[in-house]
């Protein structure tokens, strides 16, 4: 997806910014941090979003968003202790799933390390059924919807 290009990928292009440091554990054997790890920054900036935000308590909310789809293009090794900046966007938001597209910064470097996305489609928690995305999620997403 050319939207998703790095060399097209600059923080500008990302409404949010999400400072986020890397982790001893985050390390694998070959000395990189592993590819799994970059799927669990994108879940934390998407989540501490929403509830920075006040539109999601992970504990209480009787509505919420699970994560149907997610995907990742990796360009350049990060290791420990590179601090990042994990940047988001909103690609659509749509009756009941929200697509979030993601790039991963290393402090100071213009080009990416790795773009991603992450769809979350909204549920009621007693039933798991998908419901329409509130009204105050859409508010809040609103100013990150990429243009």
Excluded at 7 to 30: C, G, K, M, V
Excluded at 110 to 139: C, I, L, M, N, W
């Amino acid at each position: 997806m050319s939207s998703m290009d790095k060399t097209s990928e600059t923080r500008q292009r990302y409404p949010h910014l999400f400072e986020l440091a890397t982790r001893w554990a985050d390390n694998d054997i070959y000395g990189h941090v592993n590819n799994a790890a970059y799927y669990l920054f994108f879940d934390t900036a998407v989540n501490r979003y929403l509830i920075d935000h006040g539109v999601l308590d992970a504990i209480r909310s009787e509505i919420f968003g699970v994560v149907v789809e997610t995907g990742c293009r990796y360009f350049k090794s990060l290791v420990f202790p590179d601090l990042l900046d994990i940047c988001l966007r909103v690609a659509k938001i749509g009756n009941s799933s929200v697509r979030y597209e993601l790039a991963i910064f290393r402090r100071g470097e213009t080009d990416p390390a790795a773009t991603g996305h992450f769809v979350q489609v909204y549920v009621d928690r007693a039933s798991r059924k998908p419901v329409p995305v509130p009204e105050q999620v859409r508010a809040v997403l609103a100013p990150l919807l990429a243009r």
